[in-house]
């Protein structure tokens, strides 16, 4: 009854038309640089700190917010139709998304975004709104054992996500994980495959990292191939999904939220882990797991409904405990300081206001997101119209600028330009990039955790299956490689016997 | 011999107008907005500080006052870059302990010296380390803590933010001082850390009043000693470490405006003003006491000797923190 009340306080505050205007300014505002590669909701919200300083805190918080989800859908438009995902996030949207656009299919791809984000989006308001403290209560019983147990369930799950030859994405995993590593050693600050250049001290950037794995180094062997492979050069069946594709939107996008709405919870990785989980499980519980990765409507949809619902409970531990899980959290509370707002538990209490205001309109926003981008993915559809040859300078120059911004330091254009080439010799090789992001994103926080449990329990490996949660996780863990390992046999056995019957 | 005179002449001419344009440019400044260097991403507590300041300092100097964020090497890529601008006073750095004491003798390569590369516009403030425990631990005061940790074998496991930062060399000082066994357990950042210690993964940990403010006032943690000289405003009922007779635990985490070195003095004189100015706004006071940071305005040559002072006193303590020590 409480949070009913509540609820509608909420939507007071959030249906105000000073709010309504923010909110709608924050969401356009996302797509938009969503849209521009690299130029993250981060960076954007930081420029825009100091009109946030002189908002009214509820106003300011809202647009803040709308510019984070904003950008969430706004990345996986590029992602969809040029292979540059503009969130680290929408780097898994662009397996199928860019695959159904190459076979003309951009249109479905980008409403299947738009109509999965906009269910996660609902749910996860609603989510929020009556679960906020449970959440909390399960964040904070995460230790080191734990996260380093779902890590490695997450890699050992993911390891399956690309096809092609098992040795060939754990080669690739492994190489992630090196260049994952590049940098300070949190524990003992020593310089790690740094080879004595400063810049590379802070390790590499994720959004740099992806959008030159895929998007450049895609615009290298589409040159190098001759402009076949470009999304541009099919015809466009149909701007809108049919009948059938939306109801194969549905399941995904529900799975997606839920995974979504838990991952985002945990500090650190949030919205970009959850559409990798997300895909992969879409993928194990498909009858057609050979079609992920070719251009399936299911890979669309599930990721971006995690990516969405994982951004939207990411702002959980802000509002109840006054921890930012990550940059653009950790802006929103900088803002709530500087006028003079601890943020924590007793905004709730001191700031209903102020608390369901913002939780109503994250539902509002995905109403306006919805409103805004369906009619607007003809537009994004006809951009695939302009030659591909003109439209390779356009997004260099906003990969460059969108690498450059996140630290204001030319040293990320350049790591972009050197991994592009990385990329172009990995896909050249015949390997595949997806298993380098993962090992990239997981290695280090795998390592972290690892060394931090051990640190905790003074060397003693146990602590990894003595504790509930780590335990039931390490033993899925195990499970699931002896299941692969299984299922890799009967393979081989059959092979064989193959073999042997026509011998 | 004529040509030689033109010359002379052309060329005093040409020197006095320089002198001219640099005097009045001086005499005019500021006369287009100022950019103030943050050495880490925006949203953290260096950012809130500099924005809370910018937004006083600007009106005081009568330009706008643009925040460039700056982030990487644990303060050191902003400081490196501001060093090399024109020391005109148009580009300002926020400097601190990460980028004037620790990075430069973590990092040799940094290139530039905390005291020669800039000249030292003012303080703006300090901030102190707070010792805090999760709120059921059995530690009550920190001769608890210490007790314990003198008879424990193993030592007494607290948390820490980073491994190379003010806290660190704090933790240094705690352990060596109380000659009781401490061992850290590092964490990516205050917020992990801190989620750590209100979820009971840790007991204990070396934080700041502005990142465990609201676990403070949540009632998940709660503090036990803090750094400062005197008791701050935010925590009246928390002992200082001085209090409970470790003088030697006295720890100051400042922040101070620095330009290029080869400013004039009188744009140093301009900016120290606008900064006294601004930090004894009582808006501004109100709101960074809120957040446990206390302004303490400071002439140039009063910051310049302070910071050559602790230059020269932290590099032992900061080179025990170094890799393979």
């Not at chain 1, 992602?79 to 003309?104: F, H, R, W």
């Not at chain 2, 040799?108 to 703006?124: E, I, N, Q, R, W």
């Not at chain 2, 006071?285 to 302070?306: H, M, R």
Request: aromatic letters at 8%.
């Amino acid at each position: 009854m409480e949070t009913l009340q509540n609820l509608e306080l909420g939507l007071l505050t959030a249906l105000q038309w000073h709010n309504l205007v923010a909110c709608f300014t924050g969401a356009l505002l996302g797509t938009i640089i969503g849209i521009l590669p690299g130029v993250g909701a981060a960076a954007t919200i930081a420029l825009l700190m100091p009109t946030a300083v002189v908002l009214p805190a509820d106003t300011a918080l809202i647009m803040m917010a709308g510019i984070f989800y904003g950008a969430q859908y706004g990345g996986s438009i590029t992602a969809i139709l040029v292979n540059v995902p503009g969130e680290g996030s929408s780097a898994i949207t662009a397996l199928d998304g860019y695959n159904m656009a190459k076979q003309g299919r951009a249109g479905p791809a980008l409403a299947a975004a738009a109509i999965s984000s906009f269910i996660a989006g609902t749910l996860t308001a609603l989510i929020i709104a009556l679960f906020a403290a449970p959440l909390t209560r399960v964040a904070l019983s995460f230790g080191a054992p734990e996260y380093f147990a779902t890590m490695l369930l997450g890699l050992i799950f993911c390891a399956s996500i690309s096809g092609g030859s098992m040795l060939n994405a754990l080669a690739m995993v492994l190489f992630g994980i090196m260049l994952g590593l590049i940098g300070t050693d949190v524990f003992t600050v020593a310089s790690r495959f740094t080879f004595g250049i400063p810049a590379l001290r802070d390790g590499i950037d994720i959004v740099t990292f992806a959008i030159a794995l895929f998007g450049i180094s895609d615009i290298l062997i589409n040159l190098a191939t001759g402009l076949q492979g470009a999304a541009g050069s099919r015809a466009i069946d149909r701007v809108f999904p049919s009948r059938a594709d939306l109801g194969r939107i549905i399941m995904p996008s529900l799975r997606g939220t839920g995974i979504g709405a838990l991952m985002g919870v945990l500090p650190g990785g949030g919205a970009t882990l959850s559409s990798f989980a997300a895909y992969a499980i879409e993928k194990r519980v498909s009858r057609t797991p050979e079609k992920f990765g070719t251009g399936h409507i299911e890979g669309v949809a599930a990721p971006e409904a995690a990516n969405n619902a994982g951004a939207q409970t990411s702002f959980i531990p802000l509002l109840t405990l006054g921890i930012p899980g990550n940059a653009v959290t950790a802006l929103m509370a900088g803002a709530l300081m500087i006028q003079g707002i601890v943020p924590g538990p007793q905004v709730a209490i001191n700031q209903p206001q102020l608390f369901w205001g913002f939780i109503a309109s994250m539902w509002v926003g995905n109403v306006i997101l919805l409103v805004l981008n369906l009619p607007l993915v003809r537009i994004w559809v006809a951009l695939l119209r302009i030659p591909y040859a003109t439209l390779v300078p356009w997004i260099i120059v906003f990969a460059c600028v969108g690498a450059y911004s996140v630290n204001n330091n030319t040293a990320d254009v350049y790591m972009m330009a050197a991994i592009s080439v990385i990329g172009l010799l990995v896909v050249r090789f015949g390997c595949q990039p997806v298993p380098i992001l993962l090992g990239f994103i997981l290695g280090p926080l795998i390592e972290e955790n690892l060394r931090r449990s051990l640190v905790l329990s003074d060397g003693d490996f146990s602590v990894l299956f003595t504790r509930p949660i780590s335990g039931t996780l390490m033993a899925a863990s195990i499970l699931l490689l002896l299941l692969m390992a299984y299922l890799t046999r009967r393979k081989m056995v059959g092979f064989r016997k193959l073999v042997e019957d026509d011998v | 011999m004529g040509f030689l005179k033109a010359l002379a002449v052309a060329g005093f001419i040409g020197l006095s107008a320089a002198a001219t344009t640099s005097a009045m440019a001086q005499e005019n400044y500021p006369s287009q907005p100022v950019t103030l260097i943050i050495t880490f991403a925006p949203g953290g507590g260096n950012d809130v500080v500099g924005r809370m300041f910018a937004d006083k300092i600007g009106p005081a100097l009568g330009q706008p006052i643009v925040v460039e964020n700056r982030a990487g090497g644990g303060g050191t890529t902003g400081a490196a870059h501001a060093a090399k601008q024109k020391p005109d006073g148009y580009t300002i750095l926020m400097a601190n302990g990460a980028s004037h004491l620790i990075g430069p003798v973590l990092f040799p390569d940094v290139g530039y010296d905390p005291v020669k590369s800039f000249d030292h516009a003012g303080l703006l403030g300090e901030q102190y380390v707070l010792l805090v425990v999760n709120a059921k631990s059995k530690y009550q005061s920190f001769k608890d803590l210490v007790d314990e940790a003198r008879t424990s074998e193993r030592g007494i496991k607290y948390g820490l933010a980073s491994a190379a930062s003010i806290n660190t060399v704090f933790a240094n000082r705690m352990t060596k001082t109380t000659g009781a066994r401490f061992a850290p357990v590092i964490y990516n950042g205050g917020a992990p850390a801190l989620t750590a210690l209100a979820g009971g993964e840790i007991e204990v940990m070396i934080s700041a009043y502005s990142e465990a403010a609201p676990h403070i006032q949540s009632g998940a943690v709660r503090p036990i000693a803090i750094s400062s000289t005197k008791r701050i405003g935010a925590l009246p009922d928390v002992p200082t470490f001085a209090e409970l007779g470790y003088e030697a635990l006295n720890m100051r985490n400042w922040y101070g405006i620095e330009t290029p070195a080869g400013t004039p003095k009188e744009v140093i004189g301009k900016l120290n003003e606008a900064i006294r100015k601004a930090g004894s706004d009582p808006e501004l006071i109100q709101k960074l006491n809120q957040i446990g940071f206390v302004p303490t305005p400071t002439t140039p040559e009063d910051y310049a000797s302070f910071l050559a002072e602790q230059v020269a006193t932290w590099r032992t303590e900061v080179e025990a923190i170094k890799p393979g020590k």
